[in-house]
């Protein structure tokens, strides 16, 4: 719970940051064309928060318990979508050998990947965009922690892309419309979570 509240702030900051020196640049003279660029990085994590999915820090207990159940081998390529801070990928690559790439839609907590990155020193790759700009369609495994309403657009894309024997992965919440293959449920804080496996 600690590292959530650790990474939330994190995020916290660096967006109040952005906004501070937004307006202390408005305000100057000379600096307006300063200012358009601070608010044309600011509004698409405005946008990414109320059209995405919040940044909540998936616990390193269930990326692990993820990972394992993934069933994932050496050279497999793999994603995570809402990937926030990246940790899913970089354990990946790093403890499994996979190829992985996380696709992040708010410009701020990609930058809080990419610092993760210079870490965790992982092969894992990370992206700046929206799901449906992504063809999934060479995905052995594909993780997620996203909200139903989200996941209710993504499984289209994924039943239609992925190819047979790919697996999905995702964390809390499950797909309306698919059979799971496994579900995992663990302890953490006194609460109970699952684990949803799909396979194509």
Known sequence: MKHILKDLLLVLLVFAALLLLF????????????????????????????????FVPTPMAAVKIMLEAA????????????????????????????RGTGLELSPIVYLLARLRHFF???????????????????????????TPDVLTKLEHKLQAELKPGSR??????????WKEKQVVVFSEGGRSYRIWVYEK
């Open 23 to 54: 307006f202390l640049f408005y305000r100057a003279r000379g600096n307006t064309g300063l200012a358009v660029i601070l608010a044309l990085f600011i509004l698409p994590n405005i946008a990414a928060f109320i059209y995405g999915v919040p």
């Open 120 to 146: 965790w020193r992982s092969k894992a790759g990370i992206k700046l965009g929206n799901f449906n700009w992504q063809d999934f369609s060479d995905a052995d495994v594909v993780f997620c922690y996203l």
């Open 168 to 177: 999905v992965v995702s964390y809390i919440y499950q797909f309306r419309s």
């Open 71 to 98: 069933g994932l081998k050496p050279g497999q390529i793999v994603y995570d979508i809402g990937c926030g801070d990246g940790r899913i990928v970089y354990l990946a690559a790093k403890d499994y050998g996979v």
